[in-house]
């Protein structure tokens, strides 16, 4: 196939096998015609997107339809460069103004010249040095030897191109905005031609690769959402579980408090209807003997007074032993800290405390309250109990210890304590005099059993 024919190739549509018009540019690189693309896409369904018919990729079509999709102005420019091949059979110099006919051409600034040019062109000191060859001389296979003219110079043909601009230019523009940047002859542009097959198949290398990794990042997200929303069930029902536990056990608790409230205040009311029933028979036989006893004193019987009834039951009344403290006291108190247990299958925490410290029942042990050292630290134990004498299993009990000197009442000793969190708290401190201690433990405000404690101080041998 000679040069020609391969140039004439490029210019041919592959759909309707003519020269292309308003060829078009898809985005997988190939050229068709406008109106073919328009035909090929009423042909398919689809209307966002036309397949490639020559490597069948789905090319997105832009808003505005195929008439919106970039030209190739590469294949228009040759389209172009062909058409005034065809029309000139004579060629024009493109020098003088008379329309001779051009004899000869420089190669160097592809200006076709009469005679007179000609000779004139060897003789200028800027293109003395030219490649000037008859018409007949010059390669006709090449089609970049008729070249169309310069866009910004009409009477000036394109003879090189500039990279950086990627464009056609004459010897004006060349040696005028064009001089620094990298350009080329125009003739060494036809193999471009020859290597966009090779450009097409790096280009459909590239489609092929970034296809297939569109495809990995949608399989991606895909199973990123299917992860997510099995992720997001499986918090849900742990969270649900875990407020269904929550609620049982906060039932529980109320169910608790409601419990020792009546226990409580059923054992309260009894003791205060068992009272208040002892003092009203107190009130009427206190009534009846002091009427009694008026009366019988203005009869002078004295002596008979101790025999009579009423007599006799006020003094059993008064004898009658009654408790006149509560029988039960108002502590009932929440733990939010301590652990409860599972409930559920989650552990829970926060109990219902209701049986308060009692300072009587509360003791304390320990070489801490024997003796100590001077200087050196000591501790002991105090255990805190309930009204039934048992040690509690909770902490954050109010325990205060006051640590004073005997026959020095502006010294103090500075007493540190430890909560155990089971009803024991660790109290540790260090004599820095010689003199002995008085150590008062309080709890809730109370002594405890035994206190204050006093305690003698071995000194330290100087």
């Known amino acids: 196939m000679s040069m020609e024919q391969q140039f004439e190739k490029q210019l ?120 000037v060859v008859a018409v007949q001389a010059a390669p006709a296979t090449h089609p970049t030897n008729n070249l169309f003219s310069c866009k910004l110079h009409p009477t000036c043909r394109v003879a090189t191109y500039c990279e950086d ?134 009869k002078g019987l004295d002596d008979a007074l101790s025999r009579h009834p009423q007599v006799q039951e006020l003094d059993e009344l008064l004898l009658t032993r009654i408790n006149t403290r509560p029988a039960e006291d108002d502590y009932i108190r929440f733990s939010s800290g301590t652990p409860a247990g599972i409930c559920g299958g989650y552990e829970m925490s926060g109990i219902v405390d209701v049986r308060g410290p009692s300072a009587a029942h509360s003791f304390a042990k320990g070489e801490g309250l024997i003796t100590g050292r001077q200087n050196r630290e000591v501790f002991f134990i105090t255990v805190a109990c309930d009204r039934f004498g048992q040690q509690r299993q909770l902490g954050g009990d109010r325990v205060d210890v006051r640590i004073a000197v005997m026959g020095n009442p502006h010294a103090e000793v500075i007493a540190k304590i430890t909560d155990y969190g089971d009803g024991r708290y660790k109290v540790a401190y260090t004599p820095w005099l010689r003199e002995g201690l008085i150590i008062n433990v309080l709890l809730a405000g109370k002594h405890i059993r035994g206190s204050p404690f006093q305690i003698a101080i071995i000194p330290t041998c100087s």
């Open 12 to 131: 041919l549509c592959s759909i309707c096998l003519q020269r292309f018009s308003k060829p078009r540019l898809l985005p997988c690189l190939h050229t068709f015609c406008a109106a073919c693309l328009e035909e090929t896409k009423e042909q398919q369904e689809h209307s966002n997107y036309v397949n490639c018919p020559t490597c069948m990729n789905k090319c997105h079509i832009p808003v505005g339809g195929i008439s919106h999709l970039p030209p190739n102005f590469f294949i228009q420019n040759l389209i172009e460069l062909a058409e005034l091949q065809n029309k000139s059979n004579q060629l024009i110099c493109d020098l003088c103004a008379s329309s001779e006919l051009a004899v000869s051409r420089c190669v160097n600034c592809s200006y076709d010249l009469c005679h007179i040019c000609s000779e004139a062109h060897k003789r200028q000191k800027r293109t003395f040095h030219h490649n």
């Open 165 to 298: 601009c990627m464009e056609v230019v004459c010897c004006q523009c060349y040696n005028g905005h064009h001089l620094t940047h990298q350009t080329k002859p125009l003739e060494l542009c036809y193999d471009i031609c020859g290597s966009l097959e090779d450009l097409l198949t790096m280009a459909q290398r590239r489609i092929t690769m970034l296809s297939d990794t569109a495809r990995n990042i949608q399989l991606t997200i895909s199973r990123l959402k299917n992860k997510a929303a099995k992720v997001t069930a499986e918090i849900c029902d742990d969270i649900d579980q875990q407020m269904c536990a929550l609620q049982e056990h906060r039932k529980s608790l109320l169910s608790q408090v409601d419990t020792v409230r009546t226990e409580k205040e059923s054992v309260l009311s009894l003791q205060l209807e068992t009272i208040s029933e002892i003092n009203a028979h107190l009130k009427s036989s206190y009534n009846h003997v002091s009427r009694i006893l008026k009366a019988q004193r203005d």
